[in-house]
C-alpha cells in the first residue's frame, strides 16, 4: 500500500507530505485548495501523462515521490521491502521517472503502478456509460479466468487483423502482377541472349582497335624491325659497340661495369628485335573476326542504355529481375498461404469470441444481482442492474458480444440503458458498486476515489460512506470528498487549506475534525447545529467501524 506521498511545486501545491491511514483516508477543504491536485500527483507517480502546465508557476519542476510497499517481482527496485516510485515534469514539459532510484519511463512506471493503484476520478462514472467499459467490467467480475481468456482473444483478433491486411495487400499487388512478369521476364531473356560477362566490354574495345588497325600495326613492327635488324641496324651496331667496350674492359677493370651494361643493351636489342618479328607474324588482317567483335560490343552497349552503364551494373541488374520475377512467379502461392492464415486465425477468434460469450451470458445475471444488492446498500433500496450480453454479427476487438448495462431506480420503471436513465448521483454509486464487486476479485491494494460524490448528499452520501468504508477493511482507501456524510468514516482525515496562495495539508482530530464537518455541514465552524450533527455523524461511522470488525 501507499505509505508516503511528497509533492513539490504541483498546482497550487508548494510542498506537501502525507503519510496515508492503511484503511481510510479523507482529503477536503475549500473549492480550489488542492485536495484534486493531491490526487493528481499519485496518477503522476503511477505512470499518468502530464506537461508544463501542471508545473507550479515560479517553480522549476513538479516533482511526485510516492513510497509504496514493494510488490512482487520488484526485488531489483526494493530496498527493506518498499519501493519509491518518482516523477518529475520540467517547466520545459520535459520529464523523467524513476522506480526505486532508477530512471525509467513513465510507461514502465504506469505498468508497476497499475498493480498498486487504481484511481476513479471524478468522470470515473461517465466513462461507465462506454461500452467496452461495461464489457471489460463484466469479464473482471466473472474472475481472472475470464480476465486471461479475454487478453488472449485480443491477442488472436489483432494477429487475425494483421493476417488480412497482409491478404489485401498482395490481392491489390496482384492486378499488376502480370503484367510486371511478363515485362521481367522480356528483361531477362533479353540479357541473358547477349550473355555479357564481367569486363567484356573494356577487353572487345581492345580487340576492336587492334584488329581496326592490323594493317598499320605490322607496317610499323615491320620498320622497326628492319631499324633494329641484324644486317647493318640498330642492333647489330650495339652489338659491334658492346664487344668494343668488352675489350676495353679487358684492358682496363675499371671499365668492367661499363662492359657489362653495354652486353645488357646489346641482348635487349636483340630481343627486341626478335619479338618485333613475332608480333608481326601475330597481327594478322581478319575481317570477319572485326565484324564479330564490333556486333558484339554494339549488343553490349544495347544493354548499357537500358540496364547500366557497364557490364557489371548490367549483371546485379540481372540478378535482382531473376529474384524479383521468382518471388512473384510463386505469389500464387503466397497468396494462397496467406489466404488459409487468414482461415486459421478467424477459426481461432470463433472459438475464443464464443467462450468469452458463454462465460458472459452464464455470469451476467449473478453479477447484475450483486450491483443491484450493492445498489441497495448505497442507499438505492428500489433500484437495480440488468446486464444484457447481446451478440454482434461480426466480432469485434472484444468479441461478439455488446455487453450493455441497463438501469431501473425502481421496480415500476422498465430497465433502460444507462447512459439514459441515471442521474450523476445514481451513476456515481453504480461506478461504486462496481469496484465493490470487484473488490474480492483482484489485488490492487490502493483505491483513490477523486470526488465521486457528484450529485450525491444526505442519506446518500452516508451510505457512500458506509461502503467505502466497508472497502477499506480489505484496501487502502484514499478518497477527496466534499459530503461530510463520507468524510465522517475516515480513519485518517486531512483537511486541506491554502494560505497565501499555496495548498498545505495537517491532519485533523478531536475539535478540528469536528470543526471541519461542521464547516462542510453549514459553511460554518462555529455553528452549534452543524457542531451538534457532526458529532451524530462520527458516532455514525464509530458504529459501522465497529459493526464492519
Keep these: 500500500m501507499l505509505r508516503q506521498l511528497h509533492i513539490t511545486g504541483l498546482g497550487v501545491i508548494d510542498e506537501l507530505d502525507i503519510e496515508p491511514s492503511s484503511r481510510l483516508t479523507v482529503l477536503t477543504g475549500e473549492t480550489g485548495a488542492g485536495k484534486t491536485m ?111 481468456r479475454a487478453s488472449t482473444y485480443r491477442e488472436a483478433y489483432e494477429h487475425l487483423l494483421e493476417r488480412r491486411r497482409a491478404l ?97 643493351l646489346a641482348a635487349e636489342g636483340a630481343d627486341v628485335a626478335g619479338e618485333l618479328r613475332a608480333y608481326r607474324e601475330r597481327v594478322g588482317l581478319d575481317p570477319e573476326r572485326l565484324s564479330e567483335v564490333r556486333d558484339r560490343a554494339t549488343a553490349l552497349k544495347g544493354l548499357h542504355r537500358k540496364y547500366g552503364a557497364t557490364d557489371n551494373d548490367v549483371l546485379v541488374f540481372l540478378g535482382e529481375a531473376r529474384a524479383e520475377l521468382g518471388t512473384l512467379q510463386t505469389a500464387d502461392e503466397r497468396l494462397s498461404s496467406i489466404a488459409a492464415e487468414v482461415d486459421q486465425a478467424a477459426a481461432a477468434v470463433e ?4 467462450e468469452l460469450h458463454q462465460a458472459r451470458v452464464a455470469t451476467a445475471p449473478s453479477v447484475a444481482a450483486d450491483l443491484s444488492e450493492h445498489l441497495a446498500d448505497l442507499g438505492m433500496p ?96 484514499l478518497v477527496v470528498t466534499h459530503l461530510p456524510q463520507i468524510a465522517c468514516f475516515a480513519d485518517l482525515h486531512v483537511g486541506v487549506r491554502k494560505r497565501e496562495g499555496a495548498a498545505e495539508a495537517r491532519v485533523l482530530d478531536g475539535p478540528d475534525r469536528v470543526a471541519e464537518l461542521s464547516r462542510m455541514l453549514a459553511g460554518m465552524e462555529a455553528s452549534e447545529h452543524a457542531l451538534s450533527h457532526a458529532e451524530e455523524l462520527l458516532g455514525e461511522a464509530d458504529r459501522v467501524r465497529s459493526e464492519a470488525r
Excluded at 533479353?190 to 573494356?202: C, F, R, W
Excluded at 469496484?435 to 448528499?457: K, N, Y
Aim: contains cysteine.
Design 168 to 264: 489485401a495487400t498482395l490481392t491489390e499487388a496482384a492486378r499488376d502482377r502480370e503484367r510486371q512478369i511478363d515485362l521481367l521476364a522480356y528483361q531477362v531473356r533479353e540479357i541473358e541472349s547477349v550473355g555479357p560477362a564481367a569486363g567484356e566490354t573494356l577487353a572487345l574495345e581492345a580487340e576492336e582497335a587492334r584488329l581496326g588497325h592490323a594493317e598499320r600495326l605490322r607496317d610499323l613492327a615491320e620498320a622497326a624491325g628492319a631499324a633494329l635488324g641484324d644486317d647493318g641496324g640498330a642492333a647489330d651496331l650495339i652489338a659491334s659497340a658492346a664487344r668494343d667496350v668488352g675489350a676495353i674492359a679487358a684492358l682496363d677493370p675499371s671499365a668492367a661495369e661499363l662492359g657489362e651494361r653495354a652486353a645488357a
Design 351 to 354: 472459438d475464443l469470441a464464443a
Design 382 to 477: 428500489g433500484a437495480s442492474i440488468e446486464i444484457d450480453v447481446q451478440t454482434m454479427e461480426q466480432p469485434g476487438p472484444a468479441g461478439v458480444d455488446r455487453v450493455e448495462m441497463r438501469f431501473r431506480g425502481g421496480p415500476a420503471q422498465p430497465f433502460a440503458p444507462l447512459a439514459k436513465v441515471a442521474s450523476g448521483g445514481e451513476l456515481s454509486r453504480v461506478m461504486l458498486a462496481c469496484r465493490s464487486v470487484l473488490a474480492s476479485l483482484d489485488d490492487v491494494p490502493t483505491l483513490v476515489f477523486d470526488e465521486i460524490d457528484a450529485g450525491i448528499g444526505g442519506e446518500a452520501g452516508l451510505a457512500v460512506g458506509r461502503r467505502l468504508a466497508r472497502l477499506a477493511t480489505t484496501h487502502q482507501v
Design 38 to 148: 493531491i490526487a493528481t500527483g499519485i496518477s503522476l507517480a503511477i505512470g499518468a501523462r502530464g506537461g508544463a502546465h501542471l508545473v507550479r508557476s515560479g517553480a522549476a519542476a513538479a516533482k511526485v515521490q510516492a513510497r509504496f510497499d514493494a510488490p512482487d517481482g520488484a526485488d531489483e527496485w526494493a530496498e527493506d521491502g518498499e519501493v519509491i516510485l518518482a516523477r518529475s515534469i520540467a517547466a520545459d514539459g520535459r520529464g523523467s521517472a524513476r522506480v526505486g532510484g532508477q530512471l525509467t519511463t513513465a510507461a514502465a512506471l504506469g505498468e508497476m503502478g497499475a498493480s498498486l493503484v487504481e484511481i476513479h476520478g471524478q468522470h470515473g462514472s461517465l466513462r461507465l456509460l462506454d461500452g467496452a467499459t461495461q464489457t471489460t467490467f463484466l469479464d473482471r467480475a466473472t474472475g481472472p479466468r475470464q480476465v486471461a
